[in-house]
């Protein structure tokens, strides 16, 4: 199969390709870098199954030679990247998913959309499955994140009704693991690289607020399995198991062996109290829930970072 990964660079991307080209496969990566980062895939570079297309998706997915299968990531993803690229977030969701759907079409190919819990918006219904419709802000400043997302699912589905495009949705929960970078804004890598640098942890709100997280090489297999299996969705992907902000902190301390203190900043607005999703549809119809213990997987990411690690002197992230 020769697959197209859009936000290849990143970081779910880059593990992606990874996957991919494991299980026999050729490999288009097409990225921006504007979230991205190109360490991410420079160990895939000269892999003679794998190329590297430089490319803004909402300006046209030009890419020849015959496409079985698309995967569409391309979109800043962490708060601190979509609330820094507002317009960009907006249009990749639009236009991108526009192009990267009109290149599944020509080639007849499967296209795969990672839509994100995000579309739950700060959800009334818990866990949420894939029936709950959702309560988001429209005009909160992460709804240029939310309504992409949001659009890009009534596209898919629009392309799947008009034009018979083989689609399937998937809603991604948090995941973590090697090549979250640093300075993203998000709780694990802030975590790890504050318990690494023996500074206080910066937990946001009271801590209170739950999350739900997956490791991304489970996330890459359900990604893998919802193209082959071809199921429209949406379809949840992610943990079900659900840890306050707080224990994630002190877990991250503990697998660090960090004795930093925590810290507690204002919660940002519209930041979802509690996330969970409802996995049954993945188990009933792709056969798959995530294996990976929260330690296990912890363990996994810190060793990465401890090998990146900043030097002494570099600015480290705070948790926005
Ligand atoms: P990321 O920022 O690491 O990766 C996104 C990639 O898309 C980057 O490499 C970036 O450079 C690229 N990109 C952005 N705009 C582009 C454009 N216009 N043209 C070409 N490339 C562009 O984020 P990630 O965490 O790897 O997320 C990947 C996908 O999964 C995103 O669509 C995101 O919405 C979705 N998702 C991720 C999570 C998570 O927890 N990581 C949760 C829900 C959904």
Redesign the pocket.
Known sequence: MRAVV????????SHLCERLLTQGHRVVC????????AE?IAHLLDHPRFSYVH????QGLEISGRVDAVYH??????PR?YLRLPV?TL??GSY?TRNALELARRDRAAFLL?????VYGDPQVHPQPESYWGHVNPVGPRSV?DEA?RFGEALTMAYRRTYGVRTTIVR?????GPRM?AD?G?AVPAFVTQALAGLPLTVTGDGTQTRSLCYVDDLVAGLTTALETGVPGPVNLGNPEEVTVRELALAVREVCGSASPLTFLPRPEDDPRQRRPDISAARRELGWAPRTPLTEGLARTVAWFRATAPLPGEALPTLV
């Open positions: 859009t936000g290849g660079a990143g970081f779910v991307g097409v990225d921006d870098l504007s979230t991205g980062r991410n490319q803004d998706v909402t990531l391309a979109s800043p993803a962490s990247d960009e249009l990749v991108g990672t839509s994100t819990s995000e994140y997302k991604i929960f948090n995941t973590y970078r993203d998000r």
